[in-house]
């Protein structure tokens, strides 16, 4: 059974802004770790750990040289391994370079199902200040209409936080 929350509840679902400062907390006491891979891995256990709701939590990577997001660092169920740019949200978001919020995944056209238990996504580019794609951050809830503009901002800025690091 899917659960469905109203907007005001999504906002405070979030642990704001907690998630950005154990970002930061967790690199630092690595010493400030350069392997982005390692740092990518840890800001999906951060975000599958302290957001509720939430049945997946990872990256989605750009090869330019294929032209394809590719599946990176995550935590949940085993998603799709590869998406073209402007499929799905991942995709259409990558193209798009903007975050795109769904609340009811099931009508959103193009939609890639990896987890029958998704209702609501969130999917937030990964780009450096001068513009380089890296690719996607993208988080799955069962619940519907989860993700409202306060976790969008405080999304927007947790991968601005990672991109120092990555």
């Known amino acids: 059974m899917a659960i469905e929350i109203t907007r005001a509840e999504a906002d405070t679902l979030l642990k704001t802004p907690l998630i950005s400062k154990l970002l930061v907390e967790w690199i ?12 990518l891995a840890n800001a999906s256990a951060i975000l599958f750990e302290n957001l509720k709701q939430v049945n997946w939590a ?4 750009y090869d330019e040289k294929v032209d394809e997001l590719i599946l990176g660092p995550f ?8 998406i073209k740019p402007g499929s799905g949200v991942v995709g ?36 450096t200040a001068d513009g380089k794609r ?33």
């Open 28 to 39: 630092k006491g690595e010493e400030s770790e350069k392997f982005p891979l390692a740092n």
């Open 92 to 127: 259409e978001s990558f193209e798009k370079q903007e975050t795109i919020t769904v609340a009811d995944v099931h009508v959103f056209d193009g939609h890639i199902a990896c987890d029958p238990a998704s209702n609501a996504e969130i999917v937030v580019p990964v780009t």
């Open 58 to 61: 990872g990256f989605y990577l």
């Open 134 to 166: 890296l690719g996607v951050l993208d988080i799955d809830s069962t619940a519907f209409n989860r993700f409202g503009a306060k976790e969008k901002a405080e999304l927007e800025h947790f991968v601005k936080t990672l991109l120092q690091y990555i």
């Open 75 to 82: 935590l949940g169920k085993p998603a799709v391994v590869r």
